[in-house]
């Protein structure tokens, strides 16, 4: 911009342009000042900001972990059960109410799960949930993810079939294997993520006695207990590797008074009293097990007594002592039935 100077006001030029020029450096000295203290203010809100936002954050946070504390206080451990509605699965969940866990009962049968949640001293909640379908499955996988205080979980779900293997529906054959091994896994997997890092719970996989036998007409039945009590021990080894004081246990029942067999239509006649027992046996000899750190129970003298001599025997009379046994059945053979 050109500065215009008139000579008729008798005024020096030289003089009016040096004066022009100080009144421009402290225009731009001021200007600096005020764009610092605007800057420095700034930058401060910033931070002042910023600190804010992470106070706030921290107290999000510890809000979170003192809701869940307080849940967890509250509300007391939690215990999943499935396979709940009858026999051994509705034994444990009346033995960990009465020790003071949170039952989340699982199992199809809607109405008999609610007559055992009323039945039990503690709180209950019903899952009916068929874990041979994915949706049912992942809705209990959800539902362990979400519960912050999960300490025991009890894969107790299953069912057997009595039939020749290649005469017997496939069908039903994969949704043994489904409900045996899947769902065993999944769940297993969902439930030891949350006691690991707690460093707190145990998982109890239902097994049996058939695990260590190789009986005609109950092909799928041995074979995926078999894998329930592999895969329960490598566990074992794993959560050993680690340091983790997490429990899992292997329990391997032998006969049981349950409507297990009822469903199978064998007659209890044609086995021997003394090799019967109760689910609350059962139930009873796992929890101590459990309390000891043992990983395989086997409850009963007489079935420790013939699982520890099995192991010993040659082969071909393991199989002659499983075809004696096979041949009881033989003449009942059916079409598979689920429980």
Request: include cysteine; aromatic fraction near 6%.
């Given at each position: 911009?050109?500065v215009?100077v008139?000579?008729?006001?008798?005024?020096?030029?030289?003089?009016?342009?040096?004066?022009g020029?100080?009144?421009?450096?402290?225009?731009?000295?001021?200007?600096?000042q005020?764009?610092?203290?605007?800057l420095?203010?700034?930058?401060?809100?910033?931070?002042?900001?910023?600190?804010?936002s992470?106070?706030?954050?921290?107290?999000?946070?510890?809000?979170?972990?003192?809701?869940?504390?307080?849940?967890?206080?509250t509300?007391?451990?939690?215990?999943?059960?499935?396979?709940?509605?009858?026999?051994?699965?509705?034994?444990?969940?009346?033995?960990?109410?009465?020790?003071?866990?949170?039952l989340?009962?699982?199992?199809?049968r809607r109405d008999?799960?609610?007559?055992?949640?009323?039945?039990?001293?503690?709180?209950?909640e019903?899952i009916?949930?068929?874990?041979?379908?994915?949706?049912?499955?992942?809705r209990?996988?959800?539902?362990?993810?979400?519960?912050?205080?999960?300490?025991?979980?009890?894969?107790?779900a299953?069912?057997?079939?009595?039939?020749?293997?290649?005469?017997?529906d496939?069908?039903?054959?994969e949704?043994?294997?489904?409900?045996?091994?899947?769902?065993?896994?999944r769940?297993?997997?969902?439930?030891?993520?949350?006691?690991?890092?707690?460093?707190r719970?145990?998982?109890?996989?239902?097994?049996?006695?058939?695990?260590f036998?190789?009986?005609?007409?109950?092909?799928?039945?041995g074979?995926?207990?078999?894998w329930i009590?592999?895969?329960t021990?490598?566990?074992?080894?794993?959560?050993?590797s680690?340091?983790?004081?997490?429990?899992?246990?292997?329990?391997?029942?032998g006969?049981t008074?349950?409507?297990?067999?009822?469903?199978l239509?064998?007659?209890?006649?044609?086995?021997?009293?003394?090799?019967?027992?109760?689910?609350?046996?059962?139930?009873?000899?796992?929890?101590?097990?459990?309390?000891e750190?043992?990983?395989?129970?086997?409850?009963?003298?007489?079935?420790?007594?013939?699982?520890g001599?099995?192991?010993?025997?040659?082969?071909?009379?393991?199989?002659?002592?499983?075809?004696?046994?096979?041949?009881?059945?033989?003449?009942?053979?059916?079409?598979t039935?689920?429980?």
């Amino acid at each position: 911009m050109a500065v215009h100077v008139s000579h008729s006001a008798g005024i020096d030029p030289a003089a009016a342009i040096a004066a022009g020029l100080d009144v421009l450096e402290i225009a731009e000295d001021l200007a600096a000042q005020v764009l610092l203290k605007v800057l420095s203010r700034a930058d401060g809100l910033a931070r002042l900001g910023a600190g804010i936002s992470s106070f706030n954050t921290g107290i999000h946070c510890e809000s979170i972990r003192l809701q869940e504390q307080a849940h967890m206080t509250t509300s007391g451990p939690s215990a999943l059960v499935t396979g709940a509605s009858s026999g051994i699965g509705a034994v444990f969940s009346t033995k960990l109410s009465a020790k003071g866990y949170r039952l989340l009962l699982v199992a199809r049968r809607r109405d008999r799960l609610e007559e055992l949640a009323a039945s039990l001293p503690g709180s209950a909640e019903v899952i009916a949930a068929d874990l041979t379908i994915e949706a049912d499955l992942r809705r209990v996988e959800e539902r362990i993810l979400a519960e912050p205080a999960l300490e025991i979980l009890v894969n107790n779900a299953g069912f057997g079939t009595l039939s020749r293997f290649f005469e017997s529906d496939l069908e039903e054959q994969e949704r043994m294997h489904r409900l045996h091994v899947t769902a065993t896994l999944r769940l297993t997997h969902r439930a030891l993520r949350g006691m690991v890092a707690r460093r707190r719970g145990a998982i109890i996989n239902v097994s049996s006695v058939a695990a260590f036998l190789h009986n005609p007409f109950s092909v799928s039945y041995g074979a995926t207990k078999a894998w329930i009590n592999s895969f329960t021990e490598t566990i074992c080894v794993e959560l050993e590797s680690i340091g983790s004081p997490v429990r899992v246990q292997a329990l391997c029942p032998g006969f049981t008074y349950s409507e297990f067999h009822d469903a199978l239509g064998i007659d209890r006649s044609f086995i021997p009293r003394s090799l019967w027992m109760s689910a609350a046996e059962v139930v009873e000899a796992s929890l101590r097990g459990l309390q000891e750190g043992r990983l395989i129970v086997v409850p009963g003298w007489r079935y420790r007594l013939f699982v520890g001599a099995q192991r010993w025997l040659p082969r071909r009379l393991r199989h002659s002592i499983a075809l004696k046994y096979g041949s009881r059945n033989r003449r009942r053979l059916a079409p598979t039935q689920d429980l």
